[in-house]
């Protein structure tokens, strides 16, 4: 699929578009990078994946939860997708994820080729990821939906918290 196709969060659409119609928050896990995956190897935890690859998914059912893939070496990012191309069952995950976009911490650890560019100046904020990223999600856990704007999202909702008081939350509820 053409990343381009996703009309809510495209690159050439002005930011208040990407807020008209509600979109779909994930929470996604895929292994840590190479390096700290050798690390804890060494310490003798070795992570297998404990979920089928993206691939093999049934695109109709859920994706595996983050319940079936439990360990706590693994990487975290929320992803945001239009609810239309989320709950369209005719598109695999792969292209459901890959019209997404993607908000991570990128710690330290993390290199240039394992972190997405950042939008609005700040790392891990509204990146696409690329194929491999995406191959690697092993669970997604459907957070609930938004209307906030990519830019509100990654910039803590600045603008919005001066009307609305002390309170965000990208999670509609």
């Not at 191309?85 to 292209?95: E, L, Q, T, V």
Request: aromatic share 6%; charged share 25%; proline share 6%.
């Amino acid at each position: 699929m053409d990343r381009n196709l996703d009309p809510f969060s495209s690159d050439d659409l002005p930011e208040a578009a990407t807020a008209k119609r509600p979109r779909t928050v994930l929470l996604v896990a895929r292994p840590l990078d190479t390096n700290m995956n050798h690390i804890l190897s060494k310490l003798g935890a070795n992570i297998a994946r404990l979920t089928p690859p993206l691939s093999d998914w049934n695109p109709t059912a859920a994706p595996p939860r983050m319940s079936e893939n439990l360990c706590f070496a693994r990487h975290m990012a929320i992803c945001i997708v239009s609810s239309e191309i989320w709950s369209d069952g005719a598109r695999d995950f792969k292209d459901r994820f890959s019209s997404g976009r993607f908000w991570e911490h990128v710690g330290s650890w993390l290199t240039a080729s394992t972190a997405a560019a950042g939008q609005h100046g700040i790392p891990g904020s509204c990146a696409r990821w690329n194929d491999a990223q995406i191959e690697s999600i092993e669970s997604a856990e459907i957070l609930g939906t938004t209307k906030l704007s990519n830019e509100e999202i990654s910039t803590g909702g600045k603008r919005r918290l001066g009307r609305l008081g002390s309170h965000y939350s990208v999670v509609d509820h």
